[in-house]
């Protein structure tokens, strides 16, 4: 049964029972999967660990001390300090333990728990708190920008119980924001609290939709967000605006395939002199690592007449080249290939299939002829006419 409609999601009480659970706009960031095991049991010896989702896919752990049996979705009051907070449950049992042991290393520190399902107290509460969230954000936005501050205010969030409210911002420089927090302390009459973020944890934390048409890696799956140096786009032969992405920095997805770039790229051969054949020289321009492919020009630093060599037929001029050698000449060279492959060809074949004009002229039309009537048979006589 439906309760109420937040920005949070829809909020949804079960039948007969107090009990509340979110459904809608809220994406649980890890799916669950027990193998055929009840999800709220726990490995023998740990502690009984949930995964609690907040604003903006914010994940905490906490421990279930009354071994509620808690379902991903439910929404649930757990200690925060100081006071209490309202999560939806993203993940239970032992997937949640193996979680939390991957996302701290050190497992140490004050452990949190869950207090309670959450009450009809509770979510009204959480839901009115909820709402004044987005006038909050313009409000730290207002005071900031007169203060002259440069910092971004992008996000706030309000505790389920109202007494502290959280201010996400990012900033380059380093910025004094006591007096933005006196203000509004003043202004909402509960705690301030500011947080920083870094340029990549901004769009981790706001989400989005990447070039290639999914959700944002960062906030959808990845615990942290590694830097990606300037040579992972020097090995991949990438342009700087191809690889930047919504953050302003580079793509996280480029280390991805680094390693494949970086063993292919070891196949080839180095070419550091221009290859030496009986009638001419060829000076390296570029190359195409997965297809094993290279192209030469006859001047140097130039990609006009670009002459496209296999990497085996590279490497037999060059140990010719070193042996003092030169190589035959280069109608010779790629004679000797059993197939050619070829870029211009590929192109050429395409357009010669179909032209590029082809639709410029108009159709003719075609004259229909008009279909000519059969004579009609002549109705048959009446008798007394036949007999006239």
Known sequence: ?????????????????????????????????????????????????????????????????????LQPGDLVTVSTSPGHDVGAVA?????????????????????????????????????????????????????????????KVFDVEYQGDGNKLTVFYSSEKRIDFRTLVKLLADRFSVRIQMQQLGVRQEPARLGGIGPCGQELCCSRWMRSTPPVLSSTMKVQDLQVLACTGQCGKLKCCLNFELDSYVEARGKMPKVKEPLRFEESSLYYVKSDIFRQLMWFSATPKSTMNLVMLTVDEVRDVM????????????????????????????????????SITRFDNPRPKTKKGKKKRRPQAAPPASPEAQQQ
């Not at 920005?7 to 107090?18: A, D, F, H």
Request: charged share 35%; aromatic share 10%; glycine share 6%.
């Open 91 to 151: 993940l239970t049992g032992w997937p949640a333990y193996r979680e939390y042991v991957k996302s701290r290393e050190d497992r140490e520190g004050p452990q949190l728990e869950i207090f309670r399902l959450s009450t009809r107290n509770d979510i009204d509460r959480w839901i009115a708190n909820v709402a004044k969230e987005h006038e909050a954000l313009e409000a730290t936005r207002g005071e900031a920008q007169a203060l002259g501050l440069e910092m």
């Open 1 to 69: 049964m439906e309760y109420a409609k937040t920005s949070r999601g829809t909020v949804l009480q079960r039948e007969g029972r107090e009990e509340f659970y979110i459904e809608g706009s809220v994406e649980f960031r890890y799916r669950v999967w027990c193998g055929g095991q009840p999800c709220w049991k726990t490995p023998t010896g740990a502690e009984p660990m949930v995964a609690v989702q907040f604003k903006n896919k914010r994940v905490e752990y906490y421990v279930n001390t009354q071994m509620l049996r």
């Open 319 to 354: 140990e010719k080249n070193a042996r003092g050698e030169a190589a035959q000449p280069l109608d010779k060279v790629r004679s000797q290939r059993n197939e050619k492959v070829t870029t211009t060809s590929r192109v050429e074949n395409i357009i010669e299939a179909d």
